[in-house]
């Protein structure tokens, strides 16, 4: 079997209510790129939910990762994919037809080890949103860091690096990015942030008082080796209660 030339991976916990919009996107983005070959994949992240049936009902190949932690979600992923190039997409998140155009081209000039995209929220966010989101564009630009949210690299990279570090329990696109941007300075290829944006949901803002996110950022920033664990990163891993 001739191997695809993509591969997205979807890593995905309880996403029921809005992996459908985010699968059908994608597949409509794949059907744009004729020339390019892909498989889709979601790592179901040991939901409770339907979402190992939404993503099957799209045609996605299902992984099972147990172990609740987005970085070996997304290594679980890649571990089953077949592509030479990696695209890393979450649950929550729309790729437009011109940002998934933009990445296969880009990973294909041979002058890219991986990059991302400029996130933008699904809804209009409160000043502080604005404030953090605005930070995330000049630091993702400045230093080439790519959002987990939208990260596509070169499978040699990828592999050559050991892809996601899983002694984190955020902040593993960071780390990915510099170990990255190291592969590639030595074989004059970079890391890239494209300037076509992608949405992503707004919800962690909207579950949660700025109070809480702040206290949440100062944490990790104050004591880092909090990233190392589920109950440092609980911004990222908790959920409200559904009704």
């Known amino acids: 079997m001739t191997n695809p030339d993509y591969s997205i991976i979807v890593p995905a916990f309880n996403e029921e209510e809005l992996l459908g919009a985010t699968l059908a996107r994608l597949r409509e983005a794949m059907a744009r790129v004729p020339q390019f070959s892909g498989e889709l994949i979601v790592t ?18 299902v992984v099972f990762e147990e172990h609740r932690q987005i970085a070996g979600a997304r290594n679980a992923g890649a571990a089953e994919s077949r592509g030479r190039y ?19 081209e880009t990973l294909d000039s041979g002058r890219h080890c991986g990059g991302g995209a400029l996130p933008q929220f699904d809804s209009e966010p409160t000043l502080f949103a604005a404030m953090l989101l605005a930070f995330w564009h000049w630091a993702s630009k400045t230093f080439s860091w790519a959002a987990g949210s939208y990260f596509f690299c070169l499978r040699e990279a990828f592999t050559d690096v050991g892809g996601f570090d899983e002694r984190f329990y955020a902040s593993e696109e960071i780390h990915l990015s510099r170990s990255l941007k190291k592969w590639g300075r030595s074989r004059r290829m ?13 919800r962690k803002l909207r ?7 702040v206290r949440a950022m100062l944490s990790i920033t104050l004591r880092p080796w909090r990233l190392r664990s589920r109950e440092g990163c609980w911004f990222w891993y908790q959920r409200p209660p559904k009704p």
């Open 86 to 104: 990696l695209i890393f997409v979450d649950a929550d998140t729309l790729v437009s037809d011109e940002l998934f155009k933009r990445t296969l």
């Open 190 to 202: 970079r890391m890239t942030i494209l300037d076509e944006k992608l949405t992503t949901s707004y």
């Open 207 to 213: 579950w949660f008082t700025v109070g809480q996110a």
């Open 44 to 61: 179901d992240n040991n939901s409770e939910d339907r979402t190992a049936e939404i993503a099957r009902s799209f045609g996605a190949k």
